[in-house]
């Protein structure tokens, strides 16, 4: 069996993979761009290989290189975090082709959850609901899909097949509004994507998007860790989890988790998996999609479980049994996990790039932050922008949610733009305080300037004395400047230096 | 040193002493100020409470971040605001706005064409970074006097990537 | 009932009772002496106020000066922490008197358990076994010490009654060796301490230094939390500690678990305290004293219990009941602590002090940093040397010690000599691994020189390297400075450089 | 460019080539060298094992601090040793040591005097700083030519306490 483990990953996650296989007593190999370099997982592992230049496709992407360097150095095993070759079910392949293991599910049961129509009728014929729509059906004519449309009932969605980011969508109210929208939906689709296939989708309303973690080992066992909410998304993007969910009671969890097992055993899956559901107001709840491969957001599910996830993925990979039964388990506290992003939430979220000039992270009890960053390294525009995750957990929500707001508080990063603001801000909304959100929360029903805080109402005020303070002082170091006989430089210096400290 | 610090609608009067005391709109306070660890993050400490915030300049103003709230202050001293009221208190918009690229990516798109009329928000340019497409917007409405790349360029952060005008 | 708490201490305990009271809705108030304006506890708390001077007298000890600002800043409670004016009865007389809540015992408590002979006949009366000796009986002549020896029986300890440090400290093996020693131990503390006042006490073998946490409220409920293992210690030093004891046993545990609560109800203990005992080889054991505060070590116990004990303690100064039964308690896994000082294990641990360049705290699953510095602060000479307590929990001792290691292979801690190394060589020990190891381990049977980690054979090898390329690369740095046309001042140049990066 | 490293008794022959790779014993690896962020803590990819150390200069060699093991070493290279092997491989000792003070702190006690002769290992000054004392030893048998504190000074860091002759 393997002793030794590439992760082919990068970031906070190379990071957490390192860390489960040094705890195991496991050596490690890490592999790098060439933006990567000083990366923390480059200084941890036990060795590290270059694949080459920064873009994903020349370095992360190259599954042939990755292999090649396994065999080399003598890795048994392949982790391939989330991300990049995660969901490839041909590198999967190749990995095991090459004698390796893959750690993960079998190349088949990525490729069946890989396609959304195969996905569908496969868990559809193990008894398990999909949202109804044609998703995956192919290329459907707009007759035949205003023949369709009625069975699904309205409202309904018209979505791009090559689609993301609601371009080429419509919601769709009506019969007779269908053929109009249709047909914008498609003339958006083709000039967005260069195709115009769309699809029908079932409109949930007020749906939330929970998923349950699933762990199967390669002796026929299923269990499920519960469930994560996660229905706080920015076009289409996670940005806040917690574990349980607070739309959750022990009945609904003991039947969707049965039923995310059926989904899990419809494709003989093999290791840690994540069943995505839709759930209705009135809980009735649909199989979305599966994926294959370990989650960002598993921490949360750690922190209440108490079961270490990455472990228990290579342990599985090894072979053994799982530790756990079903009824072993039981979940206790609450978790939460902030995604702490290199973006301005002030400024439409765009990323922000950069040299960190300072780190502080937030700690003590119950707090945990996974992070492949420090204070020196470089944000560059290659990756995606997750800078960590922010994970604490408490006895109750209302704890936890206490404790996530000292904790963002305490936080410091210096050098880029982050959306911990954001986060501050969702901590201290009523609604979520409440529980009552979901998927469409975010980009509808929220906004930075809608700050619930309470006793925020002097912070104008010191932000007032603040500025002026700096100003006063800015303007002080000039003068001074300008006294000691450069006054033909106006106040240019104090101004270079003042850009300088804010790069 | 007397200034006005105005943030939206609101103005502020504050005198700077030289014994580290302040007087906020008539009230005198003991002001205990210092930057941390060289890094543009400050701690206040004003008659004993403690604030601490990251302070950056921007063309406009000063922006402050504080217990998670950005908040964009213009602070003047008398000299600045008497200058600024007897021009009718009117800041006269400058001519030209160079939107620049906010961080290093590729254009993927340019939904404008130059001598083109927009108005404040629209999209002029999709530049993909991280993974992500960033859509830029207009600040303000104008006209599209030049446009300085093209599809398909990489850009660095802060280059110029068209006049709004 | 009071909402904000002033914390009358510094460093990580400050930060870590900010963080209680912050995640319970309290305000919070710090003190701080000039030495720290820039300490963390201040940058955190929601108002600072300066006491004085650096040195502890003047600031951090001043219990009238710290009274009257809670008086006027309108906390209604002081937090005393640990160490400073935690355990001086005076002073919690006085914040009492003052109106004020003080977060601890009654004066009585503290003043009962403060004097060691007041605590040995209390505990003794409440039928509670203490270490045989003379302790706290006054000035003994030798004729009268010569006399009770026999009782207590040899080997027996004679130690100096102002001692500490082992001075004026004699192991006697029989009753014709003790005059001469008796002499010699008079003689040494004499000149030590200025007071030749000895006491005898019976020498436990194999000794392990075992205490048990107690949480009291004002309801008269007793619970102990478990123990602590903590014989690991330098010079009477603690330097890491672990819950539970790999020593202990369920029986053991119930039992000494009860004598220390009936040691803490023998003076009506109320709030968080911890007694210490002295466990012998075949399981006897004996009290030894009671710490009548909250503990550096406090955090393993959260850890293995669940309990946030500086919540509990701020909960019971309220006047609440406690939240848990005996009943409700188990200890669940396993954690360790490291306390991480500036100290140099490889000179004698003498203090280092100086300002943090650079800071990277361990992260992950199961690891907690408690710490009051970041990069750019400055440890001063004026306060003890704690930088940090690198806190591990794992699901099994075994678990929990790889763990630690990776979590301090992990940390980077620059601009200071820190005992990290110390902890990593004690980490790699088969006898710490094995479990087998007493109070006088550290200092009589270990050496940071004989290293028990396996396959580091070619460490020196790669020092070799390393160091070579170090100098290869500084070299070709002066040598370019000297070819710019310096080269009368040799090379110096890039030796102050050389030597600015390593101040 | 061909260096002697030694480390106790043992010496490891390593040549450094141009291209990022060196000589070790003999043998040809690729050696990826920097220091990180800065600071003087450097990692090192040695085809590819990577090791991360923090390395600092002493007065005799160079100090690495490598996977929790601190390890002394001298770096020679060609000339430099023939030089100190032409010299019989001795290294003279330099006649007088300046004890310095390794932290800020107050002396509360001196139990040596001038002229007094010690062995290695003795108790020279009692030094008081974060709360403990701390014993500073005789590195070596000599005679106190020169007590430069008394007790209760408070003294600086690296300041001279005495010179051991």
Same mark, same amino acid.
């Given at each position: 069996?393997?002793?030794?483990?590439?992760?082919?990953?990068?970031?906070?996650?190379?990071?957490?993979?390192?860390?489960? =296989?040094?705890?195991?007593?496991?050596?490690?190999?890490?592999? +790098?761009?060439?933006?990567?370099?000083?990366?923390?997982?480059?200084?941890?592992?036990?060795?590290?290989?270059?694949?080459?230049?920064?873009?994903?496709?020349?370095?992360?992407?190259?599954?042939?290189?990755?292999?090649?360097?396994a065999?080399? =150095?003598?890795?048994?095993?392949?982790?391939?975090?989330?991300?990049?070759?995660?969901?490839?079910?041909?590198?999967?392949?190749?990995?095991?082709?090459?004698?390796?293991?893959?750690?993960?599910?079998?190349?088949?049961?990525?490729?069946?959850?890989?396609?959304?129509?195969?996905?569908?009728?496969?868990?559809?014929?193990?008894?398990?609901?999909?949202?109804?729509?044609?998703?995956?059906?192919?290329?459907?004519?707009?007759?035949?899909?205003?023949?369709?449309?009625?069975?699904?009932?309205?409202?309904?969605?018209?979505?791009?097949?090559?689609?993301g980011?609601?371009k080429?969508?419509?919601?769709?109210?009506?019969?007779?509004?269908?053929?109009?929208?249709?047909?914008?939906?498609? /003339?958006?689709?083709?000039?967005?994507?260069g195709?115009?296939?769309?699809?029908?989708?079932?409109?949930?309303?007020?749906? /939330?998007?929970?998923?349950?973690?699933?762990?199967a080992?390669?002796?026929?066992?299923?269990?499920?860790?519960?469930?994560?909410? =996660?229905?706080?998304?920015?076009?289409?993007?996670?940005?806040?989890?917690?574990?349980?969910?607070?739309?959750?009671?022990?009945?609904?969890?003991?039947?969707?988790?049965?039923?995310?097992?059926?989904?899990?055993?419809?494709?003989? +899956?093999?290791?840690?998996?994540?069943?995505?559901?839709?759930?209705?107001?009135?809980?009735?709840? +649909?199989?979305?999609?599966?994926?294959?491969?370990?989650?960002?957001?598993?921490?949360?599910?750690?922190?209440?479980?108490?079961?270490?996830?990455?472990?228990?993925?290579?342990r599985?990979?090894?072979?053994?049994?799982?530790?756990y039964?079903?009824?072993?388990?039981?979940?206790?506290?609450?978790?939460?996990? =902030?995604?702490?992003?290199?973006?301005?939430?002030?400024?439409?979220?765009?990323?922000?790039?950069?040299?960190?000039?300072?780190?502080?992270?937030?700690?003590?009890?119950?707090?945990?932050?996974?992070?492949?960053?420090?204070?020196g390294?470089?944000?560059?525009? +290659?990756?995606?922008?997750?800078?960590?995750?922010?994970?604490?957990?408490?006895e109750?929500?209302?704890?936890?949610?206490?404790?996530?707001?000292?904790?963002?508080?305490?936080?410091?990063?210096?050098?880029?733009?982050?959306?911990?603001?954001?986060?501050?801000?969702?901590?201290?909304?009523?609604?979520?305080?409440?529980?009552?959100?979901?998927?469409?929360?975010v980009?509808? /029903?929220?906004?930075?300037?809608?700050?619930?805080?309470?006793?925020?109402?002097?912070?104008?005020?010191?932000?007032?004395?603040?500025?002026?303070?700096?100003?006063h002082?800015?303007?002080?170091?000039?003068?001074?400047?300008?006294?000691?006989?450069?006054?033909?430089?106006?106040?240019?210096?104090?101004?270079?230096?003042?850009?300088?400290?804010?790069? | 040193?007397?200034?006005?610090?105005?943030?939206?609608?609101?103005?502020?009067?504050i005198?700077?002493?030289?014994?580290?005391?302040?007087?906020?709109?008539?009230?005198?306070?003991?002001a205990?100020?210092?930057?941390?660890?060289?890094?543009?993050?400050?701690?206040?400490?004003?008659?004993?409470?403690?604030?601490e915030?990251s302070?950056?300049?921007?063309?406009?103003?000063?922006q402050?971040?504080?217990?998670?709230?950005?908040?964009?202050?213009?602070?003047?001293?008398?000299?600045?605001?008497?200058?600024?009221?007897?021009? &009718?208190?009117?800041?006269?918009?400058?001519?030209?706005?160079?939107?620049?690229?906010?961080?290093?990516?590729?254009?993927?798109?340019?939904?404008?064409?130059?001598?083109?009329?927009?108005?404040? &928000?629209d999209?002029?340019?999709?530049?993909?970074?991280?993974?992500?497409?960033?859509?830029?917007?207009?600040?303000?409405?104008?006209?599209?006097?030049?446009?300085?790349?093209?599809?398909?360029?990489?850009?660095?952060?802060?280059?110029?990537?068209?006049?709004?005008?």
């Amino acid at each position: 069996m393997f002793n030794k483990v590439l992760i082919a990953n990068r970031g906070e996650i190379a990071v957490r993979i390192i860390r489960a =296989c040094r705890e195991l007593g496991m050596e490690t190999a890490a592999v +790098y761009s060439e933006a990567d370099r000083s990366a923390l997982h480059v200084r941890q592992a036990d060795e590290a290989y270059l694949l080459g230049p920064a873009p994903s496709r020349d370095s992360y992407l190259r599954g042939d290189v990755i292999i090649d360097i396994a065999k080399r =150095c003598g890795a048994g095993a392949i982790h391939p975090g989330y991300g990049f070759l995660a969901e490839r079910d041909d590198f999967a392949q190749s990995v095991e082709e090459a004698g390796l293991v893959f750690i993960g599910p079998r190349p088949s049961a990525i490729a069946a959850m890989g396609d959304k129509g195969v996905a569908r009728t496969t868990v559809t014929n193990a008894g398990v609901a999909v949202v109804p729509g044609t998703e995956g059906e192919g290329s459907l004519t707009d007759e035949e899909l205003l023949q369709i449309a009625p069975k699904i009932g309205f409202p309904l969605l018209i979505k791009a097949t090559a689609g993301g980011g609601g371009k080429g969508m419509r919601e769709v109210q009506s019969i007779d509004q269908m053929p109009g929208l249709l047909q914008a939906a498609r /003339r958006e689709a083709e000039s967005a994507f260069g195709d115009g296939n769309v699809y029908l989708e079932k409109l949930i309303l007020n749906a /939330r998007h929970i998923e349950f973690q699933i762990l199967a080992d390669s002796h026929g066992n299923v269990i499920h860790l519960g469930e994560r909410e =996660c229905s706080l998304q920015r076009r289409h993007q996670k940005l806040l989890e917690e574990a349980p969910s607070p739309f959750m009671n022990e009945e609904l969890r003991v039947k969707m988790g049965e039923v995310a097992c059926t989904a899990a055993r419809s494709v003989e +899956y093999l290791n840690a998996g994540t069943i995505e559901f839709l759930v209705d107001r009135d809980q009735n709840f +649909y199989f979305l999609e599966m994926n294959t491969r370990l989650q960002v957001e598993h921490p949360i599910t750690e922190m209440v479980t108490g079961i270490d996830i990455v472990k228990e993925q290579i342990r599985i990979a090894r072979g053994r049994k799982l530790r756990y039964t079903q009824d072993d388990l039981s979940i206790n506290g609450w978790a939460l996990e =902030c995604r702490v992003n290199a973006e301005d939430p002030y400024n439409n979220f765009l990323p922000s790039t950069g040299v960190l000039s300072s780190v502080i992270a937030p700690s003590g009890p119950g707090v945990r932050v996974d992070t492949g960053v420090y204070a020196g390294f470089e944000i560059s525009p +290659y990756y995606d922008s997750l800078i960590s995750k922010l994970i604490c957990w408490g006895e109750t929500r209302g704890e936890v949610i206490l404790r996530m707001r000292r904790a963002l508080e305490e936080y410091r990063i210096l050098g880029v733009k982050t959306n911990i603001p954001f986060h501050q801000t969702i901590m201290d909304s009523h609604r979520f305080i409440a529980g009552s959100f979901d998927t469409r929360f975010v980009e509808e /029903r929220f906004s930075m300037e809608d700050n619930d805080a309470e006793e925020k109402e002097d912070l104008p005020m010191i932000a007032a004395v603040l500025a002026t303070l700096v100003s006063h002082r800015e303007s002080q170091l000039s003068s001074q400047i300008i006294q000691r006989g450069d006054r033909d430089t106006s106040n240019w210096k104090w101004v270079s230096r003042w850009e300088r400290m804010h790069r | 040193m007397k200034y006005i610090a105005t943030i939206g609608d609101k103005s502020f009067e504050i005198e700077i002493l030289s014994n580290g005391e302040i007087i906020l709109n008539g009230e005198q306070l003991t002001a205990d100020f210092q930057s941390v660890a060289d890094q543009p993050i400050y701690s206040l400490l004003l008659d004993g409470q403690s604030y601490e915030a990251s302070i950056h300049p921007t063309d406009s103003g000063i922006q402050v971040l504080l217990r998670g709230q950005l908040i964009d202050v213009r602070v003047e001293d008398e000299r600045q605001r008497r200058l600024r009221e007897s021009s &009718g208190g009117q800041v006269i918009q400058s001519g030209d706005i160079h939107l620049k690229a906010p961080m290093p990516g590729l254009v993927v798109t340019i939904p404008v064409e130059e001598g083109q009329d927009v108005a404040s &928000g629209d999209n002029l340019i999709i530049l993909e970074s991280m993974k992500m497409q960033n859509e830029l917007k207009a600040p303000r409405a104008g006209v599209i006097s030049r446009l300085r790349v093209k599809t398909g360029d990489n850009v660095e952060q802060n280059q110029v990537l068209l006049i709004l005008s």
